[in-house]
């Protein structure tokens, strides 16, 4: 691992001041919290290429549901404030609103499954599997998909091509955070929207149960959002926040945001 790892500047701001977090930071991992804008991050995530075979989606998500297995005390009465809330509902509904039934990029696609007719899915996957059956089920649907890292692939569409844009449970893997959402800026309609959804290190589950809340996973977690770091995060791209998890997300594992683009010339 040694020779693929580099300490990097806040990937929201670019600062190189940060404060280690030594209870959050297994080793050899430095999980750090920016001194200018406050953003949690990885200090030294894998390169790519190592990401794309070696710690790939499905298979860390394994080792890490067996690993955490009955280490989250709050967890069964958090699950039924969820419930109660309908939490885990399907959002196609909401995406079919949200995106006006139309052309849908969802980055970090996985198996590609989660842009539903009558919308056309397009795609970015990182894992070679993975983006082989997402392809597969998008060109079925009338779009498809490319194979690459967000933050570059996204470059490869054409601009204002997209009424959507989905980032689901995508960002907080994201080494180039800045680089993806001026893309994603680039690549939608003035009339679109954004849909994010992260883990949310504001919430309360994380704070009680610490280093073995849910939401860290080493090495592909590399960033760490409250919604006040996500918000402040994409003003410096040009979007607007929306909180769609208003009434829950004190005691939400996950945050989830629509953006919009920002009129020209406003900054947040
Ligand atoms: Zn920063």
Redesign the pocket.
Known sequence: MKDTVSLR???????TN?VPIAAYSPDPWQIVT??????TYLRNPPAYEALEEDFAWEKTYVKKKKASKGSTPLSPAIRRIRTAFGMTRDKTSSFRRWFNDGHVLDIGCGAGDRITAPMTPYGIELSTALHAHADKVMRAAGGYCLHGAGAEAIHDFEPEQFDGIVMFSYLEHETDVMGVLRGAHRALKHTGAVFVRVPNYGSVNRKVIGPKWCGFRYPDHVNYFTLETLRDTVARAGFGTTLINKVTRPVDDNISVLLRKLPTGVSA
């Open positions: 500047n806040c990937p929201t701001c670019d600062g940060a920016c001194d200018n804008c406050e953003l």
